[in-house]
């Protein structure tokens, strides 16, 4: 096993298998919160914090106790317990180190517990028998890929939230106006990420 | 069907409760709620009617549960409580469709799980079981879950017949028999983008502008109704007014 196998991971989670274009991950946050830049990054900070540190956490927690005690079926459960205490965690963590960063991320934190691309990806990470490289570069794999579709997310918040402020001011039929312009718009997009299909 | 029938003879508020999901409070249409699953499992109308039955089970028996112990829940470990009982029914789900319809399964993958964090199921939970009887929570997830497979069968109904011509059945589901209900055998005008990721989100945003279009002419309506009752009623009032003057200059007459 070579170094290049964590630089595919990344390339083909952030770009190849885009959470929010290509695997429907996360659309939720995508459209509600992407109406400012700003905000939009602020949201994709927050979910590359959680979703690194979930895809850890549930893959260690899979395989040190679920596989163990033969209760892998408790696993959507468990993983959204662990999700949803963790984002908990960061909340309390980021309240009490820095007061600022609190205020601009607050309201986008109990969200993330909604979101699907984190226990989207912690799922996927299991599914993907990352565990037949050995535990221990399967857990690093695990955290790559993760860490790619987090990258992923961010790009598309932040190329999305540019797209739609201009969105905002262009003259549109009043029907078409707001989420289904949207849409069309990340279809479009989606569309143009299927060319990279098959670049690694 | 029968359980439908039984409720729709009680109140008419019960009745209103069970359609107003439909397109009045569709959980698409209107609150862009459960967006992941409706782009992603639409691809054909087959997957969109199976997973609508998922989260009908899914949302009637966790809102039956939430309805039955909210008084036991503490208030500061609501959400999570609600979660867990979520993802209890979301596992039974995922395990009756491995055992039954291992098709329907395998091509739902990754979203039978997801279930969980669909915010439809949760925000039905807080902002309607936690409130009400069981009844009516039970009625209000038929209601919601109804209306949410409605929509995702008119995503997969559209997406499946532009990307193939045809809507076939019996494919994921496990059904004894096999066919299309409809067979255009027009394999030189698919268009296969359409079961791809790029046409679910230019189908959901087609449809739903056309929904909007249909609300904005009914608002217009409603409001071109009033701006004619209040010039009616400013009429007689001018009317009366000059009654009014007239009677009581004919009296200093």
């Known amino acids: ?200 | 069907m029968a359980k439908q029938v039984k409720k729709s003879k009680q109140e008419l508020s019960k009745l209103q409760n069970l359609t107003k999901g439909f397109l009045k409070e569709n959980p698409i249409f209107v609150f862009l709620l459960g967006m992941c699953p409706a782009l992603a499992v639409t691809s054909t109308l087959e997957t969109s009617f199976g997973m609508g039955v998922l989260v009908i089970f899914v949302l009637v028996l966790s809102n039956v549960v939430v309805a039955l112990i909210k008084d036991f829940i503490p208030k500061e470990v609501k959400i999570p409580s609600y979660i867990v009982i979520i993802s209890t029914f979301v596992t039974i789900v995922g395990m009756l469709t491995e055992a039954y319809a291992p098709l329907l399964h395998e091509s739902l993958g990754i979203f039978i799980p997801l279930i969980v964090v669909n915010c439809l199921i949760l925000g039905r939970a807080e902002s309607y079981a936690s409130k009400n009887n069981v009844l009516n929570s039970a009625i209000d997830g038929l209601g919601m879950a109804l209306g949410f497979m409605f929509a995702l069968m008119a995503i997969g109904f559209v997406r499946e017949f532009m990307a193939t011509g045809a809507i076939a059945y019996g494919v994921f589901l496990p059904l004894p028999f096999e066919g299309s209900i409809v067979n255009l055998e027009t394999y030189l005008f698919n268009i296969a983008v359409f079961s791809g990721p790029a046409g679910g989100f230019i189908v959901i945003g087609t449809l739903l502008a056309i929904y909007n279009g249909f609300e904005i002419r009914k608002q217009k309506k409603a409001e071109l109704e009033r701006q004619k009752l209040i010039e009616e009623k400013k009429r007689i009032a001018l009317e009366k007014k000059r009654q009014r003057e007239l009677e009581s200059a004919g009296g200093k007459a």
């Open chain 1, 1 to 200: 096993m070579s170094w290049t196998i964590f630089f595919t991971a990344i390339i083909s989670s952030m770009l190849i298998n885009n959470v929010v274009l290509l695997r429907f991950l996360g659309v939720c946050p995508f459209l509600g919160v992407s109406k400012k830049t700003e905000s939009g990054l602020a949201m994709s900070i927050a979910v590359m914090f959680v979703m690194v540190m979930a895809a850890l956490v549930t893959y260690l927690l899979y395989y040190l106790v679920l596989v163990p005690l033969n209760i892998e079926y408790i696993q959507t459960i468990a993983f959204i317990l662990i999700i949803a205490s963790f984002v908990q965690l960061v909340e309390m963590f980021i309240k009490r180190f820095s007061k600022k960063i609190y205020k601009s991320l607050g309201i986008y934190l109990p969200l993330i517990t909604t979101n699907c691309a984190i226990l989207g990806v912690a799922v996927a990470n299991i599914s993907e028998n990352f565990i037949d490289y050995g535990t221990l570069p399967g857990l690093a794999l695990a955290v790559t890929t993760a860490f790619g579709a987090a990258l992923g997310f961010g790009l598309i918040m932040f190329s999305f939230s540019t797209i739609r402020e201009r969105l905002e001011s262009a003259n549109l039929p009043e029907s078409w106006k707001g989420v289904p312009v949207a849409l069309v718009t990340a279809g479009i997009m989606a569309l143009a990420f299927l060319g990279l299909a098959g670049i690694v």
